[in-house]
């Protein structure tokens, strides 16, 4: 009985080594599989930051290889340009414009509201009804007597030409009448020319007097000293103003 005891004694405390060295092994395996799996997982985190930074040197690089292409393209057109430029010829420098000693022409000035008597003419404070009738009756009679300048003068050409046709002028060196009726035609028709554009501007500083506006310059609208109209009743602008032409004073 004792020994049978025994036996079983010795049986259980061998089948709880055996278990508790199973046990051990078990937990020694599962431990080496968990330290593969984190193993593993470090090798994978690893590579996929590998792939990354890999990625990225590579879009830097393409970026980099971009910028550099854009930088030789630009290099290339301003060399290009520089290379149009100098086979150019070199543009003139505009004249700078002398200053005149010329006085200033005063700023266009506003003008004053005229009033109108029966006949239509019209006066100012500056140009009273007075001075206008004057100026009026002085232009009708200028302008009547430049036409019939300008009309006799057309007339005296005319004559010369037909004279000319008809044989009466002889035309050859030893006369050299043709010479002078070519010379007296031309100043005739110069002259008339001269008459007419003074008409034109008799016309102009009438309807001035019709306007209202008689006696201010058409440049400044600044008025005109009545001595300088009652010279040239037909005036438009002051001396100062003036900048020639026929008919003008």
Do not use: C
Request: positive net charge; charged residues 30%; without cysteine.
């Amino acid at each position: 009985m004792a020994a049978a005891r025994k036996k079983s004694s010795s049986s259980k405390r061998s089948t709880a080594t055996k278990t508790t060295a199973k046990k051990a092994a078990s937990k020694k395996a599962a431990t080496k599989t968990a330290a593969k799996k984190t193993a593993a997982k470090k090798a994978a985190g690893g590579t996929a930051k590998r792939s990354k930074k890999a990625a990225a040197g590579s879009s830097s690089g393409s970026s980099t290889s971009r910028s550099k292409q854009t930088a030789s393209k630009k290099a290339a057109a301003k060399g290009a340009a520089a290379k149009r430029a100098a086979s150019s010829p070199t543009p003139r420098k505009k004249a700078t414009p002398m200053t005149s000693s010329a006085p200033q022409v005063p700023a266009q000035a506003e003008l004053p509201k005229p009033r109108f008597n029966k006949d239509g003419l019209g006066y100012t404070k500056e140009f009273d009804l007075g001075f206008i009738k004057e100026q009026y009756e002085a232009l009708q009679e200028e302008r009547v007597r430049l036409t019939g300048q300008a009309m006799r003068l057309e007339e005296e050409a005319h004559q010369l030409v037909e004279e000319a046709e008809m044989g009466d002028v002889q035309f050859d060196d030893e006369g050299g009448e043709g010479d002078t009726m070519v010379v007296e035609r031309e100043r005739d028709l110069a002259l008339s020319a001269q008459a007419r554009e003074a008409v034109a501007e008799i016309d102009a500083a009438l309807s001035r007097i019709a306007a209202g506006t008689y006696g201010y310059s058409v440049v400044s609208g600044q008025p005109i000293p009545k001595e300088r109209l009652e010279a040239i009743p037909w005036a438009d602008v002051l001396v100062e103003e003036k900048v020639g032409g026929i008919g003008r004073r």
